[in-house]
């Protein structure tokens, strides 16, 4: 019985809890917290019996009233799905755990609404995933919208007007899918996913499919910041709080290439944007260009958080990458990626926010080798991560390339090959640049930065410990665990789950 | 075929020895009883592999699959313990003369030090048993990431730069050597090391074979120093000496031209080289590597420099001896691995013995230092004398195959680069040995040899040199190993 209403459990359960968290949080501050870890908790137990219920027993529907689609709406679980969810809601969780110490020092006294908006972005993003219905997922592409431009609104003094910038791009994006949407439901006359699959083979040689597919592609690329629509990205990732971009930047764009995903391979025929138009290769070439961006402009940066929102314009590259590649080794390195990225992401930017919650700032020029004093175990999760950003095996990063590169031969792309080899190397560069500072640069000692200079070269073992609370160092430690832990079972991963997500005709 | 757990063991052991050397960082002394116990296990181990590597049985152990379709493999194939017996046997000196060299200078971040130690052991086991190349990867990229913290050990502006400039060759062979396995597991659907060639048989353009050649070349060529990929290896000098020893002589070193052999004997094998002409490429590299080497390492004074470059024109001697392509040549290269390392890291040995003791580092200045330090400067003169190619040291031995393989092959000029080369050595090793006994100087009055712990495993390794001239195949069949290696790959003929 609860099988079969699986699809639905999740965003409703977090928009229920969007609606509690705030209301308890009137009557005690400390309830908002706990609901909405109690909410992720349930959630993400939930999903990861769902990825198993639907990788055993196949694709589960939920007809929502009883409607049978196309009239009604439609939830649906498959692989793919489920997968996203399992990642959204394990990633959350673990920096729901992380930000709670985090709020307390960046966001004094808005705890209680953070809660409660977190919980509606995760409902947005669960939402989107699991809705069969096109126009649904704008609904909720909206309120995943919506959460996030509060979320980084409250953040330092720019954070409004990033988040305004990022209102107006969003909306933008927003309009172009509705948009394109209208062509479709011009061209079909249906919301469903499934009953327009069945539909558009016939009609899509017309050029209202094409350009509503055009339309929606734009709109989508804009939410998953695909290079040149990436514009967004940086300020909004840098001056949100800490525990704010935790969320949305390790989940928030893979939604966008989960859009992306499903409407190219599931919505229409999978060979569709390879074949009758030349858009895998338009996404393939953007894609590429926007690693090789984001890697150079990763470099240039001074300070971590920015680096790492950079990094994340490259990273989803990959993700495009894999997907323009149009052939199922790059779908499997590009689905791969957006659970590896996640992974790796929240891990720097949870570092990101111990370092700025501890010391203050996360100015990478002023980091020093007091830091692997202060903070050892912390700097190791941001080594873990690091690696893995460059792909050194046996960390997660190096797999997905892995499959991306196998792709990219299958396909003849030998640029893309050189272009993910190359970027690997960009990688090496910006992290490296901060390892090198927060491992060997010479500290200044405590006399000296008071002014004395007597003692040039501050002894490292002569700085007490100062490492994050548990709280806050845990979660680190997880995600970093994690990176190891996804690159020694990927074959497990992609051999059980993710080829099940590569559709017949790809 | 046999399934063993044994080789995993042998990898691991050193990997979790760092668990109890890290927390036993404030107890030097039950630090470095790991590490020892460590060695001398992973050495039982490997030993222990030895017979039934020996009688043709080859143990091997999956452990999972790492990536979809392949398995994290190792198997213990003629060559994989060839080269983990050289390995795992030095490291029990090497961990010997570490603790004297550390402690004799007072070295900062012991603990890092013998915890990243343990750890490329781990990773050098594991290239030599890797069945396959993606395995074979995996414990290639550990053994970068691990080596760093040991060159930029010192932590100084120079070993920093050392350490970014290592960083930028080893990193970019390793993306290229995985463009080369993704492409290899498109082309032959497998990617285990084939004895003779996983390559032969499959049905792909010349062209493409040479692409791929030159990319895994290029891939396992950095770690093998062939120029033009050499040019860490000097600078990784700034590492301390035992690293050098060790590493730069033996494990990461070596790890490179054990690559080579891999990709020319098990990837590529014989014939496809041959029919595709990329034999002479790599011969003419090598060729080429050896003699501006040698010529390089005449113009250096600072001891190690001048064994770096050295050690830059042994390895090629290994990388030649494949490229030739003859079933002697072959064993002579093979051969080298084990003779260059029992030399060079005596040598390395000496030179961090003389900087412990006296702190010199340049050559100029060390007229007399073999009368106030007669064993070390003794073990000094074997290891030049070997790797001159002159008996009774193994140098010779395995030069006396490598130059029979260039005969047998046709390849005079090979020949030529050989013997040019043994000149060239004695040119820039044996006036050291001259200035340290015979040039007048009292400078060293007073002075006496380093610590025991550092004599002793460099008088071993010198004897050693010695001994395994005398029988090739003594204690540990590596004469045995290197023919059974080359039968191997061979034995489908050319």
């Known amino acids: 019985m609860i099988d079969q209403n699986l699809p639905v459990l999740v965003p409703v359960l977090f928009l229920l809890a969007a609606l509690l968290a705030p209301l308890l949080g009137q009557w005690r501050r400390g309830l908002s917290y706990l609901v909405a870890l109690l909410a992720l908790l349930v959630n993400t137990a939930v999903a990861l019996y769902s990825l198993y219920y639907v990788v055993v027993n196949g694709i589960v529907r939920h007809k929502f009233g009883g409607w049978v689609p196309p009239i009604g709406i439609e939830y649906v679980l498959d692989p793919l799905a489920a997968f996203m969810i399992a990642v959204v809601t394990v990633v959350s969780l673990v920096v729901l755990v992380h930000s709670r110490q985090v709020v307390k020092v960046e966001l004094v006294g808005r705890d209680v609404p953070f809660y409660g908006v977190v919980m509606l972005l995760l409902a947005g993003f669960c939402g989107i995933v699991v809705t069969g219905d096109l126009f649904n997922l704008y609904v909720f592409l909206e309120i995943s919208s919506l959460a996030t431009y509060a979320l980084i609104a409250a953040g330092e003094k720019p954070a409004p007007v990033a988040a305004f910038r990022y209102l107006i791009m969003g909306t933008i994006g927003a309009s172009f899918y509705l948009f394109g949407l209208w062509f479709i439901y011009n061209m079909t006359g249906s919301l469903n996913m499934a009953d327009i699959a069945a539909i558009l083979p016939g009609i899509c040689g017309e050029t209202g499919v094409i350009i509503g597919l055009l339309l929606m592609v734009v709109g989508i690329g804009i939410k998953m910041a695909l290079f040149p629509l990436h514009g967004w990205l940086p300020d909004a990732y840098t001056y949100a709080s800490s525990a704010s971009t935790a969320f949305i930047a390790p989940i928030g764009t893979k939604i966008g290439a989960y859009v992306l995903i499903r409407i190219l391979l599931y919505v229409f025929e999978p060979g569709y944007f390879s074949s009758q138009i030349p858009l895998a290769d338009v996404i393939m070439w953007l894609a590429a260009a926007g690693i090789l961006y984001g890697s150079v402009m990763a470099i240039a940066q001074k300070e971590l958080k920015r680096m790492l929102a950079y990094s994340s314009i490259a ?72 690696l893995s950003m460059i792909g050194i095996p046996p960390t997660a990063g190096f797999f997905s390339k892995w499959y991306l590169v196998l792709g990219g031969i299958d396909r003849g792309a030998w640029i893309m090959v050189v272009v993910i080899l190359v970027s690997s190397l960009l990688n090496a560069v910006y992290f490296f640049r901060v390892l090198e500072n927060a491992y060997f640069k010479p500290a200044l000692s405590m006399d000296e930065a008071m002014g004395d200079y007597d003692h040039p070269d501050a002894d490292i073992e002569s700085f007490p410990r100062e490492e994050v609370a548990p709280s806050m160092l845990v979660p680190t430690l997880v995600l970093g665990t994690g990176i190891v832990l996804l690159g020694i079972f990927n074959a497990f991963l992609v051999s059980a789950v993710i080829r099940l997500m590569v559709p017949a005709g790809l | 075929m046999y399934e063993s757990y044994v080789p995993l063991w ?50 091997h152990v999956e452990i999972l699959q790492v990536v979809e379709g392949v398995e994290l493999a190792l198997r213990v194939d003629p060559l994989g313990i060839f080269f983990a017996l050289v390995a795992s046997g030095l490291w029990i000196l090497t961990s010997v003369y570490s603790i004297g060299y550390v402690r004799g200078l007072d070295e900062k971040k012991q603990t890092r030090y013998f915890a990243c130690f343990a750890v490329c052991l781990s990773s050098t086991i594991g290239i030599a048993f890797s069945a396959n190349i993606v395995t074979f990867i995996v414990f290639y990229e550990i053994l970068t990431i691990a080596t760093y913290p040991l060159i930029i050990h010192k932590e100084t502006t120079e070993a920093l730069r050392s350490g970014r400039k290592y960083l930028f060759y080893t990193l970019t062979a390793g993306v290229v050597l995985m463009a080369a396995a993704a492409w290899t597991h498109r082309l032959a659907g497998g990617l285990d090391f084939v004895p003779g060639g996983l390559l032969r048989g499959v049905d792909a353009p010349a062209s493409t074979i040479r692409i791929l050649f030159l990319l895994f070349i290029g891939g396992v060529g950095v770690k093998a120093a062939i120029m033009p990929l050499h040019a860490w290896l000097p600078a990784a000098m700034v590492a301390p000496t035992p690293v050098s020893a060790l590493l730069h002589a033996v494990a990461v070193v070596k790890s490179g031209v054990f690559g080579v052999v891999r990709v020319v004997g098990f990837v590529f094998g014989p014939q496809v080289m041959q029919s595709c002409g990329v034999d002479q490429a790599l011969m003419v590299a090598a060729a080429i590597t050896i003699i501006v080497a040698s010529i390089m390492a005449l113009a250096q004074d600072n001891l190690k420099m001048r064994l770096a470059y050295s050690t830059v024109g042994h390895l090629s001697y290994v990388v030649l001896g494949a490229a030739i392509l003859s079933p002697e040549a072959f064993t002579g290269g093979v051969l080298h ?29 060390l007229d007399g230092i073999g009368r106030a330090m007669p064993w070390t400067m003794g073990a000094f003169a074997v290891g030049s004398i070997g790797l001159a190619g002159l008996p009774p040291v193994n140098g010779f031995v395995s030069k006396w195959y490598l130059g029979l393989g260039a005969v047998g092959a046709g390849h005079k000029l090979a020949l030529a680069v050989f013997l040019v080369s043994g000149l060239l050595n004695a040119a820039y090793l044996f006036p050291i040995v001259h200035r340290a006994f015979f040039r007048g100087s009292n400078q060293y009055e007073g002075e006496r040899e380093a610590s025991p712990l550092m004599v002793v495993p460099l008088v071993i390794t010198a004897l050693l040199s010695v001994f395994f001239c005398l029988w090739p195949n003594g204690l540990v069949n590596l004469y045995d190993l290197a023919v059974m290696i080359t039968g191997s790959v061979f034995g489908g003929g050319l």
Not at chain 1, 346 to 352: E, G, I, K, S, T
Not at chain 2, 20 to 39: D, M
Not at chain 2, 337 to 361: D, E, P
């Open chain 1, 315 to 386: 990273q989803v590259g990959y993700i495009g990458l894999g997907l323009g590649l149009a052939n199922p080794l790059g779908l499997i390195g590009a689905v791969l990626h957006v659970l590896n990225h996640a992974f790796m992401k929240a891990c720097l930017f949870l570092v990101a926010g111990n370092l700025r919650v501890t010391i203050g700032h996360s100015d990478i020029s002023r980091f020093d080798a007091a830091l692997r004093r202060k903070m050892p175990w912390t700097m190791a999760a941001f080594t873990v991560g690091a």
């Open chain 2, 10 to 59: 042998a990898v691991m052991v050193s990997m979790v020895a760092v668990v109890p050397i890290l927390l036993s960082s404030r107890r030097p002394n039950l630090r470095e009883f790991w590490t020892v116990g460590a060695a001398l296990v992973k050495f039982g181990l490997v030993l222990s592999l030895l017979p039934g590597a020996i009688a043709g049985r080859i143990a």
């Open chain 2, 337 to 365: 691995i084990a003779s260059h390392a029992t030399m060079k890291i005596t040598l390395f040995f000496c030179a961090g013995a003389i900087y412990v003791n006296v702190h010199r580092q340049n050559i100029s200045e």
